[in-house]
């Protein structure tokens, strides 16, 4: 069953989501079995018909200029029963911008509703797919599952205390050998909160769900404390990776462009001799390149049979490492004799932790791991 959603700004309908759409422009669309006006006045009406077997059924949703909205249900035989009605804004506001759902499927258990433009922002900040204004203090079932094709885990974020209740595991290992199918559940019970979030995520495939389910009784959300903003820190991310995928002449300088980003990352590092790395890393380098007078790529074991053979077949006497770099460089070989530094920036789902691994180019594309290498990790 997917869900329309219609983007609303300035009082017009200026887009969607995509789910099949036959007509948008900014005061009537027509997608997912519904039909949307705007009225003059700025009221916004949408019908869901279809008939079926007993005859016309139809689910009807207005929204006032005033932010009051009513869904409505209307079957043969019957009234028209209110399914749900209430103020869809902040009080003393009007219907401006926002986001309007619109379910598909079987029209009677169709639904709709709308997220002002404050609100929406906040749930699209924090990662959050639906709110449920329920205590948040009960116990949550947290469920991790393999099976088949797929994999279903969850996860439980608050500010209050949790404690386990109680756990419970289910293999089918020895009825279905060699498929690693098992699910388990453990019982959170959660006390003392004001907030929490039940994530759970599913892979299926090629397709990814994810949804995050906020608890409270707090009917104004950003009185909250403590949610992680998940656009924040996925913005974070991604600027880490716009950094690390650069290519630095040297460690030092990626650290400090990383550390601009997120100044309490930590870590070590691996080093061999400096010295040591520079010989190593040219001769690597150039052992992979050169070819002899009947086009045979060389390949050496050792950096000084590199050199040698080098010297023997080119008839030249490479008295230093810059020599030899300076050669290559005048010969075409423009990175042969430059190393440059790279970040590769994973995280968790939660997107509450990084780790960082800054290595060379020429580590990676030859396997040779002898030069420095920074691990480093950070809260975000």
Same mark, same amino acid.
């Given at each position: 069953?997917?869900?329309? %959603?219609?983007?609303?700004?300035?009082?017009?309908?200026?887009?969607?989501?995509?789910?099949?759409?036959?007509?948008?422009? #900014?005061?009537?669309?027509?997608?997912?079995?519904?039909?949307?006006? =705007?009225? !003059?006045?700025?009221?916004?009406?949408?019908?869901?018909?279809? /008939?079926?077997?007993?005859?016309?059924?139809?689910?009807?949703?207005?929204?006032?200029?005033?932010?009051?909205?009513?869904?409505?249900?209307?079957?043969?035989?019957?009234?028209?029963?209110? *399914?749900?009605?209430? $103020?869809?804004?902040?009080?003393?506001?009007?219907?401006? @911008?926002? *986001?309007?759902?619109?379910?598909?499927?079987?029209? @009677?258990?169709?639904?709709?509703?709308?997220?002002?433009?404050?609100?929406?922002?906040?749930?699209?900040?924090?990662?959050?797919?639906?709110?449920?204004?329920?205590?948040?203090? %009960?116990? $949550?079932?947290?469920?991790?599952?393999?099976?088949?094709?797929?994999?279903?885990?969850?996860?439980?974020?608050?500010? /209050?205390?949790?404690?386990?209740?109680?756990?419970?595991?289910?293999?089918?290992?020895?009825?279905?050998?060699?498929?690693?199918?098992?699910? /388990?559940?453990?019982?959170?019970?959660?006390?003392?909160?004001?907030? &929490?979030?039940?994530?759970?995520?599913?892979?299926?495939? @090629?397709?990814?769900?994810?949804?995050?389910?906020?608890?409270?009784?707090?009917?104004?959300?950003?009185?909250?404390?403590?949610?992680?903003?998940?656009?924040?820190?996925?913005?974070?991310?991604?600027?880490?990776?716009?950094?690390?995928?650069?290519?630095?002449?040297? *460690?030092?300088?990626?650290?400090?462009?990383? *550390?601009?980003?997120?100044?309490?990352?930590?870590?070590?590092?691996?080093?061999?001799?400096?010295?040591?790395?520079?010989?190593?890393?040219?001769?690597?380098?150039?052992?992979?390149?050169?070819?002899?007078?009947?086009?045979?790529? =060389?390949?050496?074991?050792?950096?000084?049979?590199?050199?040698? &053979?080098?010297?023997?077949?080119?008839?030249?006497?490479?008295?230093?490492?810059?020599?030899?770099?300076?050669?290559?460089?005048?010969?075409? $070989?423009?990175?042969?004799?430059?190393?440059?530094?790279? &970040?590769?920036?994973?995280?968790?789902?939660?997107?509450?932790?990084?780790?960082? !691994?800054?290595? #060379?180019?020429?580590?990676?594309?030859?396997?040779?791991? /002898?030069?420095?290498?920074?691990?480093?990790?950070?809260?975000?």
């Amino acid at each position: 069953m997917a869900t329309l %959603q219609v983007r609303i700004e300035n009082g017009f309908f200026v887009g969607t989501n995509g789910c099949y759409v036959s007509t948008v422009e #900014p005061t009537h669309v027509i997608a997912n079995g519904w039909e949307c006006l =705007i009225d !003059e006045d700025g009221t916004i009406k949408c019908d869901a018909v279809r /008939g079926y077997s007993d005859g016309e059924h139809s689910m009807r949703y207005v929204i006032q200029p005033n932010g009051f909205a009513k869904l409505t249900l209307k079957v043969p035989d019957d009234k028209v029963k209110t *399914l749900r009605k209430g $103020f869809v804004t902040p009080k003393g506001t009007k219907l401006s @911008d926002g *986001l309007l759902g619109l379910a598909g499927g079987y029209i @009677d258990e169709r639904y709709a509703y709308f997220r002002d433009g404050s609100f929406q922002k906040f749930l699209e900040e924090h990662g959050i797919s639906a709110v449920k204004h329920e205590n948040p203090n %009960q116990t $949550f079932s947290i469920r991790n599952a393999r099976y088949g094709g797929g994999e279903c885990y969850s996860y439980l974020l608050t500010d /209050g205390k949790v404690e386990e209740e109680g756990y419970s595991t289910e293999s089918w290992e020895e009825s279905c050998p060699g498929t690693c199918a098992y699910e /388990g559940n453990e019982y959170l019970k959660v006390t003392g909160a004001t907030w &929490a979030i039940h994530k759970q995520t599913q892979h299926e495939g @090629d397709s990814h769900n994810c949804f995050r389910i906020l608890y409270t009784l707090e009917k104004d959300l950003t009185k909250l404390v403590g949610i992680p903003n998940i656009r924040e820190k996925e913005e974070k991310i991604s600027l880490l990776r716009e950094v690390g995928s650069k290519g630095f002449l040297s *460690l030092e300088e990626l650290e400090k462009s990383l *550390l601009e980003i997120v100044p309490n990352l930590k870590g070590k590092r691996e080093c061999k001799d400096p010295e040591y790395v520079q010989v190593d890393r040219v001769y690597y380098h150039l052992s992979s390149m050169l070819e002899t007078n009947n086009g045979n790529l =060389i390949s050496f074991s050792s950096s000084n049979e590199a050199k040698k &053979a080098l010297e023997e077949l080119r008839g030249i006497k490479f008295e230093s490492s810059e020599m030899l770099e300076n050669y290559l460089f005048e010969h075409g $070989f423009k990175d042969a004799g430059v190393t440059r530094y790279y &970040a590769y920036v994973s995280t968790n789902d939660e997107k509450t932790k990084v780790w960082i !691994e800054m290595r #060379p180019s020429t580590s990676k594309a030859h396997g040779f791991n /002898g030069f420095c290498r920074d691990f480093w990790t950070a809260e975000i």
